[in-house]
């Protein structure tokens, strides 16, 4: 599988409430692999994060 696919599916799967450290042993990687993998490009989990409490606070605050 595609590490691109990888990272998106350990994304998906920590943004709908997983464990990073879970997510990774169901696709067969170590936590560790993942953050190298993410190390040169912009850590999306965050993002999503980021992303998923700006949307929460803005439907609290309406």
């Known amino acids: ?3 691109d696919i990888i990272i998106k599916l350990v994304e ?3 943004a ?3 464990r990073q ?3 990774c042993e169901e696709i067969g990687i170590s ?3 993942l ?3 993410c190390k040169n490009g912009a850590n999306v989990i965050n993002l ?3 992303l998923i409490t700006i949307y929460l606070l803005r ?3 309406t």
Do not use: D, F, K, P
């Open 59 to 61: 439907e609290i605050r």
């Open 1 to 3: 599988m595609n590490r």
């Open 16 to 18: 709908s409430g997983a």
């Open 12 to 14: 998906i799967a920590v």
């Open 21 to 23: 450290q879970l997510a």
């Open 48 to 50: 999503i994060y980021q």
């Open 35 to 37: 953050q190298r993998w």
């Open 31 to 33: 936590v560790r692999t």
